[in-house]
């Protein structure tokens, strides 16, 4: 399911009827867009795999940035699952397939530091956080000079 069906506010519905120009562009996104309507997205790499879905968007409540994708990857109906924090700088969203693009092969996903639904881990260590920005090859937001 993508954000355009998840969209119970009407945000990202068409004007119609009018001339196209910056007051009818489709709501606010692609820049902003609702937290609840990205959830459940899907997350392909760039060969077209289906790397699973975001399961959560994790908030640094104190910056009020996104700092993390909680993404679901393996499993059948929910058993095996196996979530990853995927830092949100690693992912891109593709609009025109409304989803979600990871950088990652299938392989390298399967490997990557991940947890299970009942042992999150502390998302704030510092410790924890640069092994997952290591492992994705990007920067803690707060070490990005373009934030």
Do not use: C
């Not at 009407?10 to 309507?37: I, N, Q, V």
């Not at 104190?62 to 993404?71: E, I, T």
Request: net charge negative; no cysteine.
């Amino acid at each position: 399911m993508n954000y355009e069906e998840r969209d119970t506010y009407g945000m990202y519905k068409a004007t119609t009827g009018l001339t196209p120009g910056p007051d009818t562009e489709r709501g606010p996104g692609p820049r902003l867009m609702g937290a609840d309507t990205l959830i459940g997205n899907d997350v392909y790499n760039r060969h077209e795999d289906d790397l699973g879905d975001i399961k959560e968007i994790m908030l640094d409540v104190h910056s009020g940035r996104v700092a993390y994708a909680v993404l679901s990857f393996g499993g059948f109906l929910g058993m095996g699952e196996k979530l990853f924090a995927v830092p949100w700088s690693a992912l891109t969203l593709d609009t025109e397939n409304k989803r979600f693009v990871l950088d990652i092969d299938k392989e390298r996903l399967a490997g990557a530091p991940g947890f299970d639904k009942d042992h999150w881990p502390n998302m704030a260590d510092p410790s924890w956080t640069q092994s997952i920005h290591s492992y994705y090859g990007t920067k803690p937001y707060a070490d990005d000079p373009r934030h």
